[in-house]
């Protein structure tokens, strides 16, 4: 069954849920669906990164506020064009569009939502959530992509008629360590790191709730107790300068190198021998992932789904949130190379048989496919939102039925 999927997105800015549903639109199209994008706001990185199989299109609502009437009228119309056999949204914001539009549409299009995020960090994405709510329960299915997350969410009241986790997953094809000793001397080198150093790299957006400081104190500790550490971060961001400071104040001098942003991370991540994440909130990470695909053993604070990809001793370790003295000791332990080899050699393979693209991208091909195989005739659909209801105009009807709790 070739199916026409609608990935909605509220941009294509260099964000995870955008990387995400672009990467979906990319693998379901070599797999000859015929996939579309909407988005929401202009801001378009990420648009050359999708790959126009057959008539696949990209099409932007120009949204000019939070809640434009004339970008979801054009995003109605655009339904109307297409006749997609399913709308996927990427977080809250895209899922009130997809759900406003579908309404003024008068379509029945199976709706599904793909859900990337757990704690709301400040008010105004608190009244945010509290807007979408009922959107989510309008939806066919709300994907969560860790089992943590669906838990947290469902007993806030948030959720669709079925839920489901469809863990991330990386391309393990692309994310694979393959330089000879000789390439990853010279990649350290380029870098100012010997062949003896210690590199703990973190890949992250330099922001307050990434907690690069914290990263910064246990480096510090390490040295201190004699440990050639040394610390590759790779990434830019608000918070840069401020890790700049804290660098200086620790005396850290040549021993912390900034990559700013960068547009392939692999070269960065294989001059590594760990790879460390501090943060203070998190969902499932994809950094992670890469890490592990790329052979690096992960010490991860435990947040979020960090406890469903990191068995401790096995592919990496977990610490308390903000602990710094067990941060410290698991960087310890993983300084004998002999053990960070044969346990980054284990997350490549964990990677491969749990968490990598394909069994992702299969994953939710099953479920579009079981969501358009239940569709509704649209024609009959369209024909019965036109005609009159006792008690006013046709609305939007919520269902009552089981919440089902899947995990695919």
Same mark, same amino acid.
């Given at each position: 069954? %070739?199916?026409?999927?609608?990935?909605?997105?509220?941009?294509?800015?260099?964000?995870?849920?955008?990387?995400?549903?672009?990467?979906?639109?990319?693998?379901?199209?070599?797999?000859? #669906?015929?996939?579309?994008?909407?988005?929401?706001?202009?801001?378009?990185?990420?648009?050359? @990164?999708?790959? @126009?199989?057959?008539?696949?299109?990209?099409?932007?609502? &120009?949204?000019?506020?939070?809640?434009?009437? @004339?970008?979801?009228?054009?995003?109605?119309? #655009?339904?109307?064009?297409?006749?997609? =056999?399913?709308?996927?949204?990427?977080?809250?914001?895209?899922?009130?569009?997809?759900?406003?539009?579908?309404?003024? =549409?008068?379509?029945?299009?199976?709706?599904?939502?793909?859900?990337?995020?757990?704690?709301?960090?400040?008010?105004?994405? &608190?009244?945010?959530?509290?807007?979408? @709510?009922?959107?989510? /329960?309008?939806?066919?299915?709300?994907?969560?992509?860790?089992?943590?997350?669906?838990?947290? /969410?469902?007993?806030?009241?948030?959720? %669709?008629? !079925?839920?489901?986790?469809?863990?991330?997953?990386?391309?393990?094809?692309?994310?694979?360590?393959?330089?000879?000793?000789?390439?990853?001397?010279?990649?350290?080198?380029?870098?100012?790191?010997?062949?003896?150093?210690?590199?703990?790299?973190?890949?992250?957006?330099?922001? *307050?709730?990434?907690?690069?400081?914290?990263?910064?104190?246990?480096?510090?500790?390490?040295?201190?107790?004699?440990? *050639?550490?040394?610390?590759?971060?790779?990434?830019?961001?608000?918070?840069?300068?401020?890790?700049?400071?804290?660098?200086?104040?620790?005396?850290?001098?040549?021993?912390?190198?900034?990559?700013?942003?960068?547009?392939? $991370?692999? *070269?960065?991540?294989?001059?590594?021998?760990?790879?460390?994440?501090?943060?203070?909130?998190?969902?499932?990470?994809?950094?992670?992932?890469?890490?592990?695909?790329?052979?690096?053993?992960?010490?991860?604070?435990?947040?979020?789904?960090?406890?469903?990809?990191?068995? *401790?001793?096995?592919?990496?370790?977990?610490?308390?949130?903000?602990?710094?003295?067990?941060?410290?000791?698991?960087?310890?332990?993983?300084?004998?190379?002999?053990?960070?080899?044969?346990?980054?050699?284990?997350?490549? &393979?964990? $990677?491969?048989?749990?968490?990598?693209?394909?069994?992702? $991208?299969?994953?939710?091909?099953?479920?579009?496919?079981?969501?358009?195989?239940?569709?509704?005739?649209?024609?009959?659909?369209?024909?019965?939102?036109?005609?009159?209801?006792?008690?006013?105009?046709?609305?939007?009807?919520?269902? &009552?039925?089981?919440?089902? #709790?899947? !995990?695919?």
């Amino acid at each position: 069954m %070739s199916l026409r999927p609608l990935f909605v997105t509220g941009s294509l800015a260099h964000g995870g849920a955008e990387r995400h549903s672009v990467t979906l639109m990319n693998r379901l199209g070599e797999r000859g #669906h015929d996939c579309h994008a909407v988005y929401v706001k202009n801001n378009a990185h990420q648009l050359e @990164r999708i790959r @126009r199989h057959g008539t696949a299109s990209a099409h932007c609502l &120009q949204a000019a506020s939070f809640v434009d009437r @004339r970008a979801i009228t054009d995003f109605a119309d #655009h339904l109307k064009r297409l006749r997609p =056999s399913a709308l996927v949204a990427a977080n809250e914001y895209a899922l009130m569009y997809a759900a406003l539009a579908r309404r003024q =549409s008068g379509l029945s299009i199976p709706l599904v939502v793909t859900f990337h995020t757990t704690k709301l960090l400040d008010l105004r994405e &608190q009244v945010k959530m509290l807007i979408a @709510r009922p959107f989510f /329960w309008l939806a066919e299915r709300t994907v969560f992509v860790c089992a943590m997350q669906r838990n947290y /969410w469902l007993h806030r009241g948030l959720g %669709s008629r !079925h839920n489901l986790v469809i863990h991330n997953g990386v391309d393990t094809g692309h994310f694979h360590d393959r330089t000879l000793p000789n390439e990853r001397r010279s990649l350290r080198q380029a870098l100012g790191f010997a062949s003896t150093d210690y590199v703990i790299g973190i890949s992250a957006v330099l922001r *307050p709730e990434k907690n690069h400081l914290q990263l910064l104190n246990a480096l510090a500790t390490l040295r201190q107790l004699g440990i *050639p550490a040394r610390l590759l971060i790779i990434g830019d961001g608000p918070l840069r300068e401020a890790i700049e400071v804290r660098s200086r104040a620790l005396k850290l001098g040549n021993s912390v190198r900034i990559t700013g942003f960068v547009e392939d $991370v692999r *070269p960065s991540l294989a001059a590594c021998d760990v790879a460390v994440l501090c943060s203070l909130s998190e969902t499932f990470s994809l950094a992670a992932l890469e890490a592990m695909a790329m052979g690096k053993p992960v010490v991860h604070s435990e947040v979020g789904g960090a406890p469903e990809m990191i068995f *401790p001793g096995h592919n990496g370790y977990l610490f308390r949130t903000g602990d710094t003295g067990e941060l410290v000791y698991r960087l310890l332990v993983l300084s004998e190379r002999q053990l960070s080899e044969r346990m980054g050699a284990a997350a490549r &393979q964990l $990677v491969e048989s749990n968490f990598s693209e394909e069994i992702m $991208v299969d994953r939710y091909e099953n479920v579009l496919l079981d969501v358009c195989a239940n569709r509704p005739d649209p024609t009959l659909v369209s024909t019965l939102h036109m005609l009159p209801k006792a008690g006013g105009i046709p609305g939007i009807q919520v269902k &009552q039925g089981v919440n089902s #709790h899947e !995990h695919v």
